[in-house]
């Protein structure tokens, strides 16, 4: 299976700082990935897929980059309601096995 | 709007039965391929299986393959998962997820379930 590592396992940071997380394939994975927001107690919130694409609703300060083994997500100007932790997914390998990274947790300064 | 409500969860001792449920509204169910995603206590994301939008295919993860079973009932817009076998290893919220694309399904989930905590535990 396609292994996911994200890093850092937690960031901190004040309102208004730019966030960067970075998510890593085991294998190539061209673009066939996502990246989801989850709140505690709450599900999983869609935010980019395909990589770069930013799912309708989300705010323009979340965008994704990268493609092959190598990806970011980058959170231009860190807002409230975006303390929350976040997840990369590979879909490369679908039909599954699909995989999640470990999560990285945003936390306040 | 899409909703999906999961149920069926709750405490069973290890090596007994469970059947989740998730009702879906708001979109063509028949359409979608639909997914099981669980999160134990305090950790991370999993993915647990997927069903086609029309039932021909399912899929699993090693960790529950031979003992969960999917399926789904399109002229009700119900997703099952029937869970046998269970484990302490189990033990975790269950998610039901919708994917992003109709007819080919590629695996991102756009819409979940508030989940379905099952504990198993003698």
């Known amino acids: 299976d396609i292994q996911m590592t994200q890093s850092p396992s937690s960031v901190s940071g004040s309102v208004g700082d730019r966030v960067t997380i970075t998510c890593r394939a085991s294998?190539?994975?061209?673009?066939?990935l996502a990246w989801y927001q989850q709140k505690p107690g709450k599900a999983p919130k869609l935010l980019i897929y395909?990589?770069?694409s930013l799912q309708s609703g989300v705010p323009s300060r979340f965008s994704g980059s990268g493609s092959g083994t190598d990806f970011t997500l980058t959170i231009s100007s860190l807002q409230p309601e975006d303390f929350a932790t976040y997840y990369c997914?590979?879909?490369?390998?679908?039909?599954?096995?699909?995989?999640f990274g470990g999560g990285t947790k945003v936390e306040i300064k | 709007e899409v909703q999906l409500l999961e149920s069926g969860g709750g405490l069973v001792q290890p090596g007994g039965s469970l059947r989740l449920s998730c009702a879906a509204s708001?979109?063509?169910?028949?359409?979608?391929?639909m997914s099981w995603v669980r999160q134990a206590p305090g950790k991370g994301l999993e993915w647990v299986s997927t069903?086609?939008?029309?039932?021909?295919?399912?899929y699993y993860a090693d960790s529950v393959k031979g003992r969960f079973t999917i399926s789904r009932d399109n002229s009700k817009n119900t997703l099952y998962l029937q869970m046998n076998s269970l484990g302490a290893e189990d033990t975790a919220v269950y998610y039901c997820?919708?994917?992003?694309?109709?007819?080919?399904?590629?695996?991102?989930?756009?819409?979940w379930g508030q989940g379905t905590l099952v504990t198993v535990s003698s």
């Open positions: 997820a919708k994917d992003l694309s109709e007819i080919v399904a590629r695996g991102y989930f756009d819409h």
């Open positions: 708001g979109f063509t169910f028949s359409s979608y391929a």
């Open positions: 069903i086609s939008a029309s039932a021909d295919s399912t």
């Open positions: 294998q190539g994975i061209s673009s066939w």
């Open positions: 395909g990589a770069f």
């Open positions: 997914q590979q879909t490369n390998s679908f039909p599954p096995p699909l995989t």
